[in-house]
């Protein structure tokens, strides 16, 4: 049988603002039926107010010496390792980390791109989950929710959306047990379905960088998890230090 998938900006929303009621602004805007919502993780960060001044930040002695390092301002050096649970890469003009989440990103995912005012970082949500909790419960039955950002990946060139939060959807589609055309069983295969659904939406995301916000129609949403079920165990990372 043969299926598709329907992808669609969400125009309309204003430049969010901290304290706005996102969930009630993305509801107006989203069609009527099953699907799934792909929200981009800024507009989250700014609704809850999870921006930072940096006229406001006073660097550590640790972050100064590894500012010197990464030959970055000392001020956002800080606000990464307040952002973090450990630095996992640092070099000249990199600085990896791994989040309080548990994700291993640049920066932390503290970014200044499209931050409200200038000198002035947005920080990832404090929980995704609950974020993407609390519009899937204003959205109603049978509609999931992506928070996603924008991410780089080891051993390849280029960015992609991937989930950091999810509510109403299994963000793993496990195939272990069933058989492919052959009649071979698959015993490994499980597919990121969560992040899939993010890369797709941030294609039309980057066409329109005012558009934060994806509808997608013809997977109807199914299971429950969480951004948890996406993070290697670290026991089972054969790259972990």
């Given at each position: 049988?043969?299926?598709?998938?329907?992808?669609?900006?969400?125009?309309?929303?204003?430049?969010?603002?901290?304290?706005?009621?996102?969930?009630?602004?993305?509801?107006?805007?989203?069609?009527?039926?099953?699907g799934v919502l792909v929200v981009a993780q800024k507009i989250v960060s700014k609704a809850e107010g999870r921006t930072a001044r940096l006229k406001e930040v006073?660097?550590?002695?640790?972050?100064?010496?590894?500012?010197?390092?990464?030959?970055?301002?000392?001020?956002?050096?800080?606000?990464?390792?307040?952002?973090?649970?450990?630095?996992?890469?640092?070099?000249?003009?990199?600085?990896?980390?791994?989040?309080?989440?548990?994700?291993?990103?640049?920066?932390?995912?503290?970014?200044?791109?499209?931050?409200?005012?200038?000198?002035?970082?947005?920080?990832?949500?404090?929980?995704?989950?609950?974020?993407?909790?609390?519009?899937?419960?204003?959205?109603?039955?049978?509609?999931?929710?992506?928070?996603?950002?924008?991410?780089?990946?080891?051993?390849?060139?280029?960015?992609?959306?991937?989930?950091?939060?999810?509510?109403?959807?299994?963000?793993?589609?496990?195939?272990?047990?069933?058989?492919?055309?052959?009649?071979?069983?698959?015993?490994?295969?499980?597919?990121?379905?969560?992040?899939?659904?993010?890369?797709?939406?941030?294609?039309?995301?980057?066409?329109?960088p005012g558009c934060p916000a994806v509808w997608i129609e013809g997977l109807p949403p199914e299971g429950e998890g969480s951004l948890?079920?996406?993070?290697?165990?670290?026991?089972?990372?054969?790259?972990?230090?």
């Amino acid at each position: 049988m043969t299926r598709s998938l329907t992808l669609r900006q969400l125009e309309g929303l204003p430049e969010i603002q901290p304290g706005d009621d996102l969930p009630e602004l993305l509801a107006a805007q989203v069609p009527a039926g099953p699907g799934v919502l792909v929200v981009a993780q800024k507009i989250v960060s700014k609704a809850e107010g999870r921006t930072a001044r940096l006229k406001e930040v006073e660097p550590s002695a640790r972050a100064r010496e590894l500012a010197q390092k990464v030959e970055k301002d000392p001020r956002q050096v800080e606000l990464v390792l307040r952002e973090s649970t450990r630095v996992v890469r640092a070099v000249p003009g990199v600085l990896i980390c791994e989040t309080r989440h548990g994700l291993i990103c640049a920066n932390a995912g503290v970014d200044f791109s499209n931050a409200p005012e200038d000198e002035c970082a947005v920080l990832l949500p404090l929980d995704p989950d609950a974020s993407a909790q609390r519009i899937r419960h204003r959205l109603g039955a049978g509609r999931a929710v992506i928070i996603s950002d924008t991410f780089g990946r080891p051993w390849r060139e280029g960015l992609v959306d991937v989930a950091i939060g999810v509510a109403g959807l299994a963000p793993l589609a496990d195939l272990r047990g069933t058989r492919d055309r052959r009649g071979r069983l698959l015993e490994v295969t499980v597919m990121a379905r969560a992040d899939q659904l993010a890369a797709a939406a941030g294609m039309l995301m980057e066409d329109a960088p005012g558009c934060p916000a994806v509808w997608i129609e013809g997977l109807p949403p199914e299971g429950e998890g969480s951004l948890r079920d996406l993070l290697r165990d670290p026991e089972r990372d054969l790259f972990r230090d």
